[in-house]
């Protein structure tokens, strides 16, 4: 039964982007439905390089008999999904076809030496702290052009082209170097996580101004609860999207876009400024620096034991610590709350997008199927599984209708809804420039350890910044919004 109010799975699906979705302008996110369905493909070569002929079945030309290689990251996710649902459809279909499987939370130091020697696996699910720098592959001619992918009939309906089945975001994101490179398949929350269970046994009311936060971690402070923490090992970089969203929120998307296209000073904007600090007293004042020195996993944990209020990461969580989460924890989000009376975008504002990034490497031995293997990864049947495995979302329309979702999934939807057309962009330069995220996911534990000043903070990463932008062996990429 619904009550008044109450957010339904359809309501769910509508407002998160698996029906249709719903986004601000600009945001370079889920934007409304997708394209109408009645196109028809374009029409494929006879035959592949490999002599295979192509039909709307087989757009790619696949063989049947040759082996596929499938490197999955092992994080949030796990990799379940890939194994009994995505290579499962594809073993389905080519039966003859050695499926290889390899699942890694280590996928730089894995696949950095095979890359070298070109012996690269046909598939990869490029996530995690180590992930490869997509820029450098992209250079080295190593990423397969999808456009192929998007113009390719649907696995569920031959009369509708792929690209017209997705969330255009996709498709938006897709690009490096002008191309269309990479999937970026799950649709995720980023912004402050909590116990809802915890707060209504204490009575609390999420904070949403700044003085109520710490006025909040005061209290928390005398039942012996830090405020918020962060993982200083192998997840730092989740306080660096924290901080540079709060930014957003003080100044709005352009000082996003703006550290996404090197502008001048970027780094050094007064809404950075601002954000840096108001974390820096949170940090100093309500958190613990033992923090500095534990993972993702270990910090997840204290926050599953109510150690922790606040954890700031995105909406796989929920399924990253189902095993370990206790009957008395219900995942809830909450927007960062607002930093000043004048933060241009409102307290409501949280950040959405896609993210978790596949690619097919150009120079396998297989890139037909790897093509392919995306191609059903993206039909109704591969996102379901997918989203059933996971409790999150992908990019593909209506695909997770009718399932049962879970609490922390429903309470991003609201959010969501309640921002409306608030909607904080993603960060791009993780995939464009990643020595510049890597260098200031570094300075970012220096600063929330004290060992450098906010004003220390800026000055390194900008000068940073500048010397990409310097650096003419360095493929530059431009965004408008």
């Known amino acids: 039964m619904t009550h008044p109010g109450e957010l339904t799975r359809r309501d769910l699906l509508r407002r998160i982007g698996l029906t249709a979705v719903v986004v601000g302008p600009g945001a370079g996110l889920l934007s409304a439905c997708a394209t109408g369905g ?29 082996p596929l290689e499938v490197t999955i990251f092992s994080g949030g996710y796990g990799d379940a999904y890939a194994k009994d649902i995505h290579e499962a459809l ?3 279909k080519y039966a003859g076809a050695q499926i290889k499987h390899n699942a890694t939370q280590n996928i730089g130091t ?3 030496p095979r890359f070298l020697s070109g012996d690269v696996p046909d598939v990869v699910n490029n996530s995690g702290p180590e992930a490869l720098d997509l820029a450098a592959l992209a250079a080295e001619g190593h990423l397969a052009d999808l456009t192929a992918l998007w113009d390719a009939p649907s696995a569920d309906d031959p009369a509708k082209k792929v690209r017209d089945t997705i969330t255009p975001a996709a498709i938006t994101n897709a690009k490096l170097n002008g191309k269309d490179l990479v999937l970026n398949y799950s649709v995720s929350h980023r912004a402050l996580w909590y116990n809802a269970k915890l707060f209504a046994a204490k009575g609390w009311t ?3 101004t700044w003085e109520e936060f710490k006025a909040l971690g005061e209290t928390a402070k005398k039942e012996g609860i830090h405020l918020f923490a962060y993982p200083g090992q192998k997840g730092p970089y989740y306080q660096l999207w924290n901080m540079l969203y709060t930014a957003a929120k003080i100044g709005g998307n352009q000082v996003i876009v703006d550290i996404d296209n090197l ?12 954000s840096l600090t108001a974390w820096l007293e949170i940090q100093t004042g309500y958190s613990d620096k033992s923090y500095l020195g534990l993972d993702h996993t270990q910090t997840q944990i204290k926050h599953l034991q109510n150690k922790v209020l606040f954890y700031p990461v995105g909406s796989w969580i929920e399924n990253e610590m189902a095993k370990d989460k206790p009957a ?3 995942y809830a989000i909450a927007p960062v709350p607002s930093v000043t009376a004048a933060d241009k975008m409102p307290y409501e504002a949280i950040q ?13 031995k297989n890139p037909q199927g790897g093509l392919e293997y995306l191609r059903l990864m993206l039909s109704k049947e591969g996102a379901r599984g997918f989203t059933e495995k996971t409790k999150n979302l992908t990019v593909v ?3 997770a209708e009718g399932l049962d979702l879970p609490p922390g999934l429903m309470s991003a939807a609201k959010a969501q809804d309640a921002a409306g057309a608030n909607i904080i962009t993603d960060a791009r330069f993780e995939g464009w420039y990643k020595p510049l995220f890597d260098y200031a996911t570094q300075q970012t534990n220096s600063l929330m350890g004290g060992r450098i000043s906010v004003e220390e903070f800026m000055d390194k990463v900008q000068r940073k910044a500048d010397e990409i932008k310097a650096d003419s062996s360095v493929t530059k990429q431009t965004r408008d919004a």
């Open 110 to 112: 894995q696949l950095r």
């Open 397 to 399: 329309n209506g695909a």
């Open 328 to 330: 008395d924890f219900e």
């Open 206 to 208: 999420v904070p949403r």
């Open 90 to 92: 594809y073993a389905k």
């Open 263 to 274: 502008v001048e000073g970027a780094w050094k904007s007064e809404a950075v400024k601002a």
């Open 352 to 364: 959405v997008g896609v993210g978790e990034v596949f690619f097919v490497a150009a120079k396998g």
């Open 38 to 66: 009645g196109s028809q493909p374009s029409a494929a070569p006879a035959t592949t390089a490999g002599g295979v002929a192509t039909s709307p079945a087989n757009p790619f030309g696949v063989d049947a008999k040759k």
